[in-house]
């Protein structure tokens, strides 16, 4: 079985920084793109950044120059500075995973709150 877990949100002042990371365990064979993706109340989930096997990342433009997205090996990390009230979200770990069969998986996520 392929879980995801991440880790590293909480409270944090406008202007700081938070590292959230997500660690893939299970029976894997492989992993393709990891990522993540936020969700803010009453708004639809959306990709904040993501990172191919081969290395090559993608941002959402909202985050681009502030977030940085690592992986290493199994583990998914995104360092985010200069956060503002309007990064704040529950933020979920995605990969996909080579396991019984090729599938995306989902961490449950963690909550990053950004006080003004």
């Known amino acids: 079985q392929v879980q995801l877990v991440e880790s590293g949100g909480g409270l944090v002042q406008a202007g700081g920084s938070l590292t959230l990371s997500c660690v893939a365990s299970?029976?894997?064979?492989?992993?393709?793109?990891m990522g993540w993706y936020r969700q803010a109340p009453g708004k639809q989930r959306e990709l904040v950044a993501q990172?191919?096997?081969?290395?090559s990342r993608n941002y959402a433009d909202s985050v681009k120059g502030r977030f940085t997205i690592s992986r290493d090996k199994n583990n998914v990390h995104l360092q985010m500075n200069s956060l503002k009230p309007e990064d704040a979200a529950v933020y979920y770990c995605s990969a996909t995973i080579f396991s019984a069969s090729v599938m995306d998986y989902w961490g449950e996520g963690t909550l990053v709150t950004v006080s003004s």
């Open positions: 299970g029976n894997i064979f492989g992993i393709n793109v």
């Open positions: 990172v191919t096997i081969g290395g």
